[in-house]
């Protein structure tokens, strides 16, 4: 009989490991993580527990009973009437049936909507189309009903936007200028995040969702943080989710600062204890998965970067599960078989209050 193991790597292919192979790649992706964020490595148990789950003989394992934890989404139900390029099956379905379907036949702990593009910068001037759908679909849910979108200040440069171009002007060698560009795009993502939280709320709001910050670097997530502090003084009974964009915030202007506290290169460990204080209700921690390193190394990684932030935080911490983060394959439809041990170990071992 075979002692192979049926596992993935980080691009979903599929393979069989010896149990020391993957034991080894679990010990090799956590010492990574540790020496990156400088946070310890996972116990000599945790690691065996990690190994446990990953060799679990069923396609679909789940977390031990009376350990489930709350899932909230950002966009799932659009999954339903999206095209297959996106991940979805292409059902006819408005955006109303599509969250009542996420709820009632998935028996979803939260639904949302957002824009087709699922940035901030498009809902501004169709501001009263969106609140008027959020209205009408909130009138007929049960569970949560969230708003979301990513603040994505690369929409802010131009030839989209009325910005210079960062990303342009760093190759040459105009690092004034690209921070100036930067910061200018900050202050406008800011404005724009908070005119859609306002007015939203005034139609019911019962959650806001940002998503992926700081996915055009520090500047993007510094003009998150602002708008969850301005929101909040208006607002203190606004659930607003911050999600981050990766393992650490990228150091494209590298000199931004929110309340003292530089924002390039922070750690999850690092980011629940801004976003905390800029009012964020729950944090989603966000770990990019390597394509080419196995599921094991990934997860072990990013289980080590959960933990950390669970511990550091005061406020809830949801590991991000999507495609290609935290140790779910890069794959528009990613494998049940990795997805649910991925779930399962954060959860146990990192102690994600959610996904």
Request: with cysteine; glycine share 10%.
């Amino acid at each position: 009989m075979s002692q192979k193991i049926l596992t993935r790597m980080g691009d979903g292919e599929r393979l069989a490991m010896d149990a020391q192979e993957i034991r080894d790649d679990i010990r090799r992706g956590t010492a990574e993580a540790a020496r990156r964020a400088g946070v310890p490595e996972l116990t000599e148990a945790e690691q065996e527990e990690l190994f446990a789950i990953l060799a679990e003989p069923g396609r679909i394992v789940s977390v031990e009973p009376g350990r489930e934890v709350i899932v909230t989404d950002d966009g799932c139900s659009m999954s339903f009437y999206s095209g297959q390029d996106g991940g979805g099956v292409g059902a006819p379905l408005s955006r109303l049936q599509a969250v009542l379907t996420y709820e009632r036949a998935c028996g979803a702990d939260t639904t949302s909507m957002g824009h087709s593009d699922y940035s901030y910068k498009p809902v501004k001037p169709i501001i009263n189309f969106e609140a008027n759908d959020y209205y009408n679909i909130s009138q007929v849910t049960t569970a949560p009903f969230l708003y979301g979108a990513q603040p994505n200040m690369g929409l802010y440069f131009q030839p989209d936007g009325p910005c210079a171009n960062a990303a342009e002007l760093m190759p040459l060698g105009k690092i004034d200028e690209a921070r100036a560009a930067q910061e200018e795009a900050c202050e406008h993502l800011r404005r724009d995040l908070v005119f859609v939280g306002r007015r939203l709320a005034e139609v019911g709001l019962e959650g806001l969702n940002f998503d992926t910050c700081g996915s055009a670097g520090d500047a993007d997530y510094l003009a998150a943080l602002q708008a969850v502090e301005e929101l909040k003084k208006d607002l203190p009974d606004l659930p607003i989710i911050m999600g981050g964009a990766g393992e650490f915030v990228l150091g494209m202007h590298g000199g931004v600062e929110y309340q003292g506290r530089r924002l390039a290169g922070l750690y999850p460990h690092e980011q629940v204890k801004v976003a905390e204080a800029a009012g964020v209700d729950i944090y989603g921690v966000a770990v990019s998965t390597a394509t080419t390193e196995s599921v094991a190394w990934n997860l072990a990684r990013a289980v080590t970067f959960v933990k950390a932030a669970s511990e550091a935080s005061s406020i809830p911490v949801h590991a991000n599960v999507g495609m290609g983060v935290c140790g779910v394959p890069m794959m528009e439809q990613p494998p049940i078989d990795a997805v649910t041990r991925v779930s399962k170990a954060l959860v146990q071992i990192g102690k994600a209050d959610g996904l």
